[in-house]
């Protein structure tokens, strides 16, 4: 069999985060930090200073903007020849207030009109966006509009005729859909999933599970029959559901300079050991990457293998 282009291809929306100082609400703010953010993509860059090859599709405005965000995923590596350009059209922000105890963390979403929205199954490069090992796909792209979840549904559909492992992350964003259509549009990929990631409280949002961690993870494994169950829950867990049983690990606490991407990042080394055929390791790195992540500001991070003992791609070293 030919050798497939890409260790891992994904489709996503690119976005730009502006976060306020901590302290502040959006509202008083007179500052916001800048960077470019999609999950899909945060995927796509840890993969690829990994050393795999991955593939990153979505579509942007042309402009300074579209480039600011296509910059830093190509400084990592990514593939972005399959990315679909729009002329005159806005690009995806949102706005983080990152709180502190007892106050939450808030997303302030400003998604619409953006050419990712109404960009069709027609305007994408299958041939080449299938070329790979392994498509990774999340809820959050299901989420935006109708045709954006034509397009993840086109996606899982055309992989599993090729005979492409899919990788779902469910992902479930409560303030772009509902549970009840998020269940509508994942579910049947969920069945097409060889590996599943799934939080403890989205398992309950989308799919109605509830339970312990083990029992929850038990009763995706059972519900969608995935070769691989992986289940986070804060600081309880991650778990991991395979064939040999369920594996729960024991989560390390660290200091939190910044939130988002600490999950891509999990979500990127665990992949690194799906592709490397050692999925029980992976989750350990996922936990390392996941470590590193938390402690340094930006929705990409910027890693080295050495500094988080992962073996770069290929096999693995014992």
């Given amino acids: 069999m030919a050798e497939h282009a890409y260790d891992l291809s994904t489709i996503g929306e690119g976005q730009i985060r502006l976060t306020v100082r901590r302290g502040e609400r959006l509202m008083n703010a007179r500052s916001v ?17 990994l050393q795999r090859r991955t593939l990153w599709t979505s579509s942007l405005p042309e402009g300074d903007l579209g480039e600011y965000i296509l910059s830093e995923y190509r400084s990592v590596g990514v593939d972005l020849s399959t990315m679909v350009r729009k002329p005159a059209s806005r690009i995806a922000l949102y706005f983080m207030e990152p709180g502190e105890p007892p106050m939450p963390a808030n997303v302030i979403y400003d998604r619409e009109y953006t050419p990712f929205r109404s960009t069709g199954i027609e305007d994408y490069d299958w ?6 090992r392994l498509l990774f796909l999340t809820g ?9 979840a034509q397009v993840v549904t086109y996606a899982a559909e055309q992989a599993e005729k090729r005979g492409i492992d899919i990788a779902l992350d469910v992902n479930f964003r409560s303030k772009l859909w509902s549970g009840d259509q998020a269940r509508r549009v994942l579910e049947p990929i969920a069945h097409k999933a060889r590996i599943l990631f799934c939080s403890i409280k989205d398992a309950k949002s989308v799919f109605g599970i509830e339970g312990t961690g083990e029992e929850v993870c038990e009763q995706l494994y059972q519900r969608f029959g995935n070769e691989y169950i992986v289940s986070t829950n804060h600081l309880d867990g991650p778990y991991l559901r395979t064939s040999k049983g369920i594996k729960k690990y024991v989560t390390t606490t660290v200091p939190v300079v910044d939130r ?7 979500v990127a080394a665990t992949l690194h050991g799906f592709l490397s055929n050692d999925v029980e390791c992976g989750v350990r790195w996922g936990q390392r990457a996941a470590e590193y992540a938390l402690t340094h500001m930006g929705d990409l991070t910027r890693i ?15």
């Fill in 33 to 49: 930090l800048m960077n470019p953010a999609c999950s899909e993509a945060n995927v796509a860059g840890v993969l690829a200073q």
């Fill in 127 to 132: 041939d080449r966006m299938l070329d790979t």
């Fill in 140 to 148: 959050i792209t299901a989420a935006l509009t109708d045709t954006t």
């Fill in 260 to 266: 988002p991407g600490a999950g891509d990042s999990f």
């Fill in 304 to 318: 080295r293998a050495q500094e988080l003992d992962i073996p770069l791609g290929g096999d693995i070293n014992r």
